[in-house]
Nanobody, 127 residues
Framework: QVQLVESGGGLVQAGGSLRLSCAAS????????MGWFRQAPGKEREFVAA????????YYAEFVKGRFTISRDNAKNTVYLQMNSLKPEDTAVYYC????????????????????WGQGTQVTVSS
C-alpha cells in the first residue's frame, strides 16, 4: 500500500511563494506518475500539475503556468510543487496523487485515474 504525505502548506501573502513536498512510501516511487490537485471550499477538486516517472513529461493547468513548477526526486521518493507569485485564488487544500496503472509512462490529468492520494495540505494566500 502506497502512502503519500504532503507538507509545506501554510499562510502566505499574495505574491509570495511556498514549496510543497509529497513523500511516498510503500511502493516503487520511480514507476508512478505523480500529480498535484487542489480543492477550494465549495469547489470541485481540480488538476494542478503532473509529471511522468522520469520527469521528462510535464503538464500544467493553464492557471498555474509560469508560476508553479512540479519536480520529483526519485532517490528521495518525493515530488515537489514550487509555487511562486501566489494569488488569493490559489487558496485551497493541495493534494498529491500517484498513478500506478500507467507505470509512469504518461502524464495523467484526471483525478479518477489516480490510485493513491495524500491527506492534503492547506495553502492560504492572503490579499
Amino acid at each position: 500500500q502506497v502512502q503519500l504525505v504532503e507538507s509545506g502548506g501554510g499562510l502566505v501573502q499574495a505574491g509570495g511563494s511556498l514549496r510543497l513536498s509529497c513523500a511516498a512510501s510503500g511502493g516503487t516511487f520511480s514507476t508512478y506518475t505523480m500529480g498535484w490537485f487542489r480543492q477550494a471550499p465549495g469547489k470541485e477538486r481540480e488538476f494542478v500539475a503532473a509529471l511522468n516517472r522520469s520527469g521528462g513529461k510535464i503538464y500544467y493547468a493553464e492557471f498555474v503556468k509560469g508560476r508553479f513548477t512540479i519536480s520529483r526526486d526519485n532517490a528521495k521518493n518525493t515530488v515537489y510543487l514550487q509555487m511562486n507569485s501566489l494569488k488569493p485564488e490559489d487558496t485551497a487544500v493541495y493534494y498529491c496523487a500517484a498513478d500506478w496503472t500507467s507505470r509512469g509512462s504518461r502524464v495523467v490529468l484526471t483525478a479518477d485515474e489516480y490510485d493513491y492520494w495524500g491527506q492534503g495540505t492547506q495553502v492560504t494566500v492572503s490579499s
